[in-house]
């Protein structure tokens, strides 16, 4: 992984961490990612025999993870410079599938990012326009 994919996937990853921080404090009925991922490390922490209980923390650690894990998967988009709009719709919207199916298939509440059509709708599209995000980025580096 090239340090200007990396850097292109973290701001594609910032810009999707912007969005979803913004609407979750909104009152329209949005996604909440941060719920799904901070379930997540709980389990993995608790497989240790350990727990977050600062939730300041819990919230901190998941949002680290969140980003670092989502500019290594948005790096990817710089690996077809030809491609890169392609690339990102793509691997945008396999990562909004994911988080909108994968987390009650691995025994995490689903509900946070699928509880109605429109919650799903809007996690599947954080993720596409992370990715395009990423694209321009990249596109602006390579000028």
């Given amino acids: 992984m090239s340090p200007k ?11 999707l961490n912007l969005l979803h921080e913004s609407f979750k ?4 009925d949005s996604p909440r990612v941060d719920l799904v991922g901070e379930e997540a ?16 923390t819990l919230y901190n650690a998941t949002l680290a993870g969140d980003l670092i ?3 290594a998967y948005y790096s990817m988009i710089g ?8 690339k990102a719709i793509s691997l945008g919207l396999v990562a909004g599938i994911g988080a909108v199916a ?8 689903a509900e946070p990012v699928a ?10 599209g954080y993720y596409v326009i992370g990715a395009l995000a ?5 596109k602006m580096l390579s000028k």
């Fill in 5 to 15: 994919n990396f850097l292109a996937g973290l701001g594609g990853a910032i810009v």
């Fill in 25 to 28: 404090k909104s009152k329209v």
């Fill in 41 to 56: 490390l709980q389990k993995v922490v608790g497989f240790f025999g350990n727990r977050i209980n600062d939730k300041q």
């Fill in 69 to 71: 894990s989502n500019a």
């Fill in 79 to 86: 690996n077809s410079p030809n491609q890169l709009f392609g």
């Fill in 102 to 109: 994968v987390p009650e298939q691995i025994g995490l509440d």
């Fill in 115 to 124: 509880k109605n059509t429109q919650v799903k709708a809007m996690t599947v």
């Fill in 134 to 138: 990423t694209a321009a980025i990249l």
